[in-house]
């Protein structure tokens, strides 16, 4: 039987790679996407690629709780059913910007809404085979702390601040969903793509971008470590780790430790008005 995979943020970079190679293995995929009219240009991409793909597109804007809410709602009803949940999605604004509930934007759509819509998507996961959750982290998790005044905006605002604390994040509710989801049989794992040449980086001048380029991979490239860890049997039964290169690697410390998991998680729950696992 196929893998159902959903992905957010499943029309541009290192998302719609994965969602690309995934199809071309055969995977039915879905994309999550706030654009719909990207999402619609990404599913005719991969179909056109891959003739047979079975693609399916669902809005879900991040920046928004209750379009989660709403969101997740439609794609319980209509998928019932996924294997795989990959947490991809995600923004960089070099200047502060804020969610529709008033968060600093990285925090909201790199962290916190994703926490909301994984939650959401557990009873779908449930129900799958050899059921993976996969959180799209970075390298960037060592520059982060969890720092709860920020979590609504600071100033000045320091984008790589507010990156690396959506990354930490990241990887910290990955090692507590794979604690608590155990005895379901349900994995989580998180991971570094690389440095990636993607559309993340528009907000980067260009004089510095030309500097960082040689140095990033291609989206392709670095599709192929979530794409290897949502389909291959080797990674079955694995979690509570963070792969880059396809091994694990070194998690800061602050990414290793449990009790501030815990207390991110006992308050980001609290923000979001869900009883814990
Ligand atoms: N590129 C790198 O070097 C790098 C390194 C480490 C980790 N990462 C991580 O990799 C992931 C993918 O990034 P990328 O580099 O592939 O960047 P990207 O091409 O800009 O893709 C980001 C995706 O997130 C979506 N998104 C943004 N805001 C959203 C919202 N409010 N609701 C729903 N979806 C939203 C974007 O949709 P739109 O097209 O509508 O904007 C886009 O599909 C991110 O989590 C990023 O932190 C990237």
């Known amino acids: 039987m196929s893998k159902r995979i959903l992905i957010t943020g499943g029309n541009s970079g290192i998302g719609f790679c ?4 995934l199809a071309a293995q055969g995977a039915e995929v879905s994309l999550a996407c706030r654009d719909q009219t990207k999402g619609q240009a990404a599913v005719a991409r991969i179909k056109n690629a891959h003739p047979n ?3 399916r597109l669902f809005p879900l804007d991040l920046a928004d709780l209750e379009n989660v809410h709403d969101n997740a709602a439609v794609i319980y009803r209509e998928l019932g059913e996924i294997d795989v949940l990959i947490n991809n999605a ?16 990285q925090f909201g759509v790199n962290y916190l809404a994703p926490v909301l819509f994984t939650h959401l998507m557990l009873p779908l996961l449930k129900k799958g085979n050899q059921p993976r959750v996969l959180h799209v982290a970075s390298v960037a998790h060592w520059l982060g702390r969890i720092n709860k005044s920020t979590w609504r905006g600071r100033k000045p605002y320091l984008v790589m601040d507010a990156y690396g604390q ?16 155990e005895d379901l049989g349900i994995t989580s794992n998180a991971l570094h793509p690389g440095g990636v040449d993607t559309p993340i980086f528009r907000h980067v001048p260009k004089p510095a971008m030309a500097l960082i380029r040689p140095t990033l991979t291609t989206p392709e490239q670095a599709a192929r470590l979530p794409v290897s860890l949502a389909m291959d049997p080797q990674y079955a039964g694995i979690t509570g780790e963070y792969f880059a290169n396809f091994k694990p690697a070194l998690r800061s410390p602050r990414a290793r430790n449990r009790k501030l998991a815990e207390e991110l998680y006992y308050d980001t729950m609290a923000e979001l008005n869900l009883p814990t696992l």
Request: proline share 3%; glycine share 8%.
């Open 18 to 21: 994965t969602a690309d190679q």
């Open 90 to 105: 995600g923004v960089v604004p070099t200047r502060q910007e804020f969610t529709r509930d008033g968060y600093e934007m």
């Open 166 to 181: 959506s990354k930490l994040g990241n990887i910290l509710f990955s090692n507590v969903l794979a604690d608590r989801l």
């Open 53 to 55: 793909a079975k693609v």
